[in-house]
């Protein structure tokens, strides 16, 4: 083989390769930003009353709505309080989004035992996901 040596010069893209794995070293500040937009998001649920899949959540039971006090044509809803105690915890490197109701595991997944179907409301839909790619996209592009 023959001596031949070739020079490159990567100090510019050694400069981005560090930004980017300083900025992805600490994602807080776009974990922040999905937490907002995806408490907005599942927020919007309750108002659409449907599933991250666009599905919607079964209805009330036919029984529980005649002796519902008050938003008898709310799903998920009587106070507001689920809706309302919806949080996000961001860290350097996780992002949770939920709430600490008991109940609301309950509606989550569902309840057999107590007859109370499944009405997903945390989860990503499609345009979450987009959202979350393009935070993420531009925080550590450092846009």
Do not use: C
């Not at 009330?60 to 996000?88: E, F, T, W």
């Amino acid at each position: 083989m023959a001596g031949v040596n070739i020079d490159v010069d990567d100090r510019e893209i050694r400069r981005v390769l560090n930004a980017l794995i300083r900025r992805a070293a600490d994602l807080r500040p776009a974990f922040e930003d999905i937490g907002e937009a995806l408490l907005n998001s599942t927020r919007d649920r309750f108002e659409t009353q449907q599933a991250p899949d666009g599905s919607p959540w079964a209805p009330l039971s036919p029984r529980y709505q005649a002796r519902k006090r008050r938003n008898r044509d709310k799903i998920l809803v009587l106070d507001g309080y689920l809706m309302g105690l919806l949080r996000y915890q961001a860290s350097d490197d996780e992002l949770r989004v939920g709430t600490d109701r008991i109940y609301g595991a309950t509606h989550q997944f569902g309840d057999p035992r107590r007859n109370i179907p499944a009405r997903p409301f945390l989860g990503l839909s499609e345009e979450d996901r987009s959202m979350v790619l393009e935070v993420l996209r531009e925080y550590l592009l450092g846009r």
